[in-house]
């Protein structure tokens, strides 16, 4: 029997975890509950049990009315798994830990506060010689820009790429059942079958491109659309792109004005 090549029993690696925004309005789980459905369409595998952080910052003067087990069990409903609550009030930091979810202020550490010690009385001393001219700082050297990421291969089904704080490029097809993710715009010079997620972190500007566009799902910011039914039928397996207008999934032909 070969043994591990290290001795340790477990190992910690960094590893990008992409969770789902879900911004509530209202606190109520029946209104919830009603805008799920009429997202989702009754699709069954809209989401495909993704993590999700619940942001109550558009509800803090109702964020103490939250059922937490009941909003959980609701978002597990449509395979969504709560991890995180964001913009929650601190009066309600004990009562979210107490049902198991974790808080996220949208930042990566805790500014400590300062302490000064009492200035001295001061003292009459002789003039000093004026101090010499500082020396010009440095000119700021630009931050290099960051590089796309390019994927050669197809994409598989079942397989996942995201491209963090940057565009995605793929030059392969992009099959049924995969799923590719990018903070900025996705770029597939092939077929594009499955999941696309672009602007993931936010970002509204974000654009989807691909030279045969048939996905089965995509989605610009958090704004998704599915396509049950098919693909527009005057798009399908054309050069397309796909970008948000207002609160609105734009497709639009790259060589025509054809729009759906």
Known sequence: MSKSPTSLPI????????????ILH??????????????TGGVSDFFEDEFAVIDIAGIADDAAQV????????LKNYRLNAVAVRGAPAALHDTIRAHGLFLDDGSSGTRASETRA??????????????PAPAPAPA??????VQAMVVDTPVRAGQRIYARGTDLIITAVVNNGAEIIADGSIHVYAPLHGRALAGASGNADARIFALAMQPELVSIAGVYRTFDEGFPTELSRQPAQIRL????????????????
């Open 11 to 22: 190992e910690i690696k960094i590893s990008t975890v992409v969770a789902i925004s879900t």
């Open 245 to 260: 207008v207002g609160d609105r999934i734009d497709i639009s032909s790259l060589g025509s004005a054809t729009r759906a």
């Open 26 to 39: 209202s606190a109520d789980p029946i209104a919830i509950d009603a805008a799920l459905k009429q997202m």
């Open 140 to 145: 700021p050297v630009p931050a290099a820009p």
């Open 118 to 131: 009492a200035a001295p009385a001061p003292r009459e001393e002789a003039p000093a010689a004026p101090a």
């Open 67 to 74: 059922d937490w087990p009941a909003l959980v069990g609701l």
